[in-house]
């Protein structure tokens, strides 16, 4: 699976957008980026899983550029439920659900009242 | 509908002792992970079960072993504990074709005196 390289850590205030950008440089064609959440004594969450351009839901947008070595998670106007680690995850992981996840130590989000 | 369900939620053992931890899969899931979370690190990918039998391992000893049940729920075995054992026990469940549809329960917290 492809390496990723995310911030440590964020800090932002409630009411802020936040935006949590992965490096994945050595991305492959088949490969799709996925972010989880992780609350503290929880498991991670699957938040969002787009291939290219913009993928946008309930709880999240997602932005690819064309060459795909990056990706940014946006979350808007954040609350201080949404303090917790973000985990970008790249690899093929499109249409099965048998496939090892490969988590790197994520980015540790702080919201601030 | 229940999501998945691991036991015990917390375990304190001491070091050379043997140690089972259980999950329950989401209802509709075939499929289960384990991943090991050392405190501040992401999760670490164990093994993976489906039709009963060990499929994908990572970089674990021999002292980790499984077992999955004919009603897809699983066991997490680690024998002849060390201090490092200690960390957060994830069970993951998903299913084939299922896309990026992984559960994760929310851990079992093993410590080693």
């Known amino acids: 699976l492809a390496k990723t390289t995310q911030p440590i850590s964020m800090d932002s205030y409630e009411g802020q957008e936040v935006n949590i950008t992965c490096s994945h440089n050595n991305i492959a064609t088949n490969d799709y980026i996925t972010w989880y959440q992780q609350f503290p004594s929880q498991g991670p969450r699957f938040i969002i899983q787009?291939?290219?351009t913009k993928v946008t839901n309930e709880v999240a947008s997602l932005f690819i550029p064309a060459d795909r070595k990056s990706s940014t998670l946006s979350l808007p106007r954040v609350s201080l439920s949404d303090t917790a680690v973000y985990y970008c995850?790249?690899?093929?992981?499109?249409?099965?659900?048998?496939?090892?996840?490969?988590f790197g130590s994520g980015t540790r989000l702080q919201v601030q009242p | 509908d229940a999501g998945v369900t691991q036991s015990p939620t917390h375990l304190i053992k001491t070091r050379g002792q043997q140690v089972t931890l259980r999950c329950s899969p989401k209802?509709?899931?075939?499929?289960v992970s384990w991943y090991q979370q050392a405190l501040g690190q992401g999760p670490q990918f164990i093994f993976q079960?489906?039709?009963?039998?060990?499929?994908q391992r990572g970089n674990f000893p021999d002292r980790f072993s499984g077992h999955q049940f004919p009603n897809y729920s699983s066991e997490l075995n680690v024998n002849a504990l060390l201090l490092g054992d200690s960390a957060l026990y994830l069970c993951?469940?998903?299913?084939?074709?299922?896309?990026?549809?992984?559960?994760f329960g929310s851990g079992t917290r093993l410590t080693v005196v």
């Open positions: 079960y489906y039709e009963e039998e060990e499929r």
């Open positions: 209802s509709g899931h075939d499929t």
């Open positions: 993951a469940s998903s299913f084939d074709l299922g896309d990026y549809g992984y559960t």
């Open positions: 787009g291939y290219k």
């Open positions: 995850l790249v690899g093929d992981m499109g249409r099965t659900g048998r496939r090892a996840l490969t």
